[in-house]
């Protein structure tokens, strides 16, 4: 069965065919609020356009709300949401402009294949986890966090639709507002309480409900329906076991101080302790976080797609050239993590026990660098500082790893660079006993290079691992190969 496309309607008589430098080319959804349109621009591919309604424009107050989206959102590590690359507030049609992430929402996704479950589920579970962290890390609440606000990308999943996020004030907490959708509001949202960051945490709670169930866990019905139960029932846990659904029923708890932190709800997904002092830091478990969540096998929800200029895509090899070892034996796990607070970019691929669809891409690169809008400050409104459409070239290295290979004597493993924007210098380290050639080298925008991880391993040849670390544009990348050990030919063992 085919997977999800995103759902691309045409656009209708009464939408606008440009909006600045942008053709738009069709509707990606609606709201109250405003249209987003597929829309197209020379030097930036597709991207998202988000226009705001002409009542609502003309409405008081409407503009701030939108320069406040803009402004979360900038605030967010990219890696989780859609980047702004651009926005218009102050015009006749106020816009904001993001980057396109190809993929179905999990609503859609859903709605169309039914429920998740094992591995697919807590991918997502991991990867919206860790999206909460870097949001919540922001000093950002989402207060809209739901299955149609999370689009299952080509790289993992991403959070999107900040128009009712507020940044937090440090000083005080926000009451009697209670924007959301109603399934997936928390008991303090329901009534008119504090807003604080345990109001994602709930969402994230029910979201993953209706993950695995396909319903949320207060159902669906009128309002008034819906703020009883959600205030006064339990909630319906549905398919979840294990202890996924005893965690997601933490995170369902009435009283917002029984639910746990984003950051707390990550390690327990990825199995850490919460023993004072023990805790990593929150940028050391988003860098595991995104690394656990980007590894889906061959064939699962992450599907090959036709990429835009800034989403480049590798193909895979659907041979897979393994020699000398039967295929479960050759086959390596690989994952990109890169560290630092402000976490930009996570790219995975994973060989599998299975070789891979023949397809044109099994791995897609996370989006290259465009214009960024800065905050507003003031009450000013955030506007580029060039010209739209036109990103600013910065040196940007992408990292995919490839397949292990066993020749005649060597195992050997291969990690693709990809420079983008401006050039690039590189340098591949490793330790003992392996090699990497060639270790260093540049690459200009577009170009690629592939560097070989070569190990002379012992005989017999026993599993084992090599970290390679990757430098270039201003960051370091770490990639881990892992492979198995050879299978006995004692002619006793069976």
């Not at 020379?42 to 503009?63: C, D, P, Q, Y």
């Not at 493993?413 to 990809?418: A, D, G, I």
Request: hydrophobic content about 40%; overall charge negative.
């Amino acid at each position: 069965m085919p997977d999800p496309m995103p759902d691309i309607a045409p656009l209708r008589p009464d939408d606008p065919a440009r909006l600045g430098p942008y053709t738009l080319v069709g509707r990606l959804g609606h709201g109250g609020y405003g249209v987003v349109y597929l829309a197209e621009a020379a030097g930036a591919g597709r991207v998202a356009v988000k226009l705001l309604r002409t009542a609502m424009a003309e409405a008081g107050g409407e503009r701030e709300r939108f320069a406040r989206e803009a402004a979360a959102v900038e605030q967010v590590a990219r890696f989780c949401t859609a980047q702004v690359l651009d926005a218009d507030i102050d015009g006749d049609r106020p816009y904001i402009v993001s980057e396109y992430v190809p993929g179905p929402s999990l609503y859609a996704l859903v709605a169309e294949r039914g429920p998740l479950a094992g591995g697919a589920l807590d991918r997502l579970a991991i990867g919206t986890a860790t999206a909460l962290v870097a949001i919540h890390q922001a000093g950002v609440i989402h207060r809209d966090f739901k299955p149609p606000n999370v689009i299952m990308g080509p790289d993992g999943p991403r959070v999107i639709d900040f128009g009712v996020a507020r940044i937090v004030d440090r000083a005080a907490t926000l009451t009697g507002h209670t924007p959301g959708t109603p399934a997936y509001m928390a008991p303090e949202q329901v009534s008119g309480g504090e807003v604080t960051p345990a109001v994602d945490v709930f969402a994230w709670g029910a979201t993953m409900v209706y993950a695995a169930s396909g319903t949320p866990p207060f159902g669906r019905d009128s309002l008034a329906v819906l703020a009883h139960r959600i205030v006064h029932e339990p909630p319906e846990l549905g398919a979840l076991t294990g202890g996924l659904r005893e965690l997601v029923a933490e995170c369902l708890a009435k009283d917002p101080a029984g639910r746990p932190s984003a950051s707390a709800l990550l390690m327990r997904l990825l199995g850490h302790t919460t023993v004072p002092g023990g805790r990593p830091g929150e940028t050391a478990i988003m860098t595991e976080g995104m690394s656990a969540a980007a590894v889906p096998p061959p064939g699962d929800v992450a599907r090959a797609v036709a990429s835009p200029p800034e989403t480049q895509a590798v193909a895979a090899d659907p041979g897979g050239r393994r020699r000398g070892w039967p295929p479960a034996v050759a086959a390596a796990i690989a994952a990109v993590a890169v560290a630092g607070a402000a976490v930009a970019a996570v790219i995975a691929f994973h060989a599998g026990d299975r070789p891979p669809r023949p397809g044109p891409t099994t791995t897609v690169y996370t989006s290259g660098p465009g214009h960024r809008v800065p905050p507003a400050s003031g009450g000013s409104s955030p506007r580029s500082s060039s010209p739209p459409g036109r990103p600013v070239a910065r040196p940007t290295l992408y990292v995919r790893a490839g397949d292990c290979d066993l020749g005649a004597a060597d195992l050997t493993c291969t990690v693709t660079l990809r420079g983008e924007g401006a050039p690039v210098h590189w340098s591949a380290t490793t330790g003992d006993p392996l090699t990497v050639a060639p270790a260093s080298g540049s690459l200009n925008p577009g170009e690629t290079a592939t560097v070989t991880i070569t190990l002379r391993p012992a005989t017999p040849r026993a599993a084992g691992a090599a970290t390679v670390t990757i430098a270039g544009a201003g960051r370091t990348q770490t990639v881990q190969v892992t492979w198995e050990g050879e299978p006995s030919t004692d002619p006793s063992s069976g």
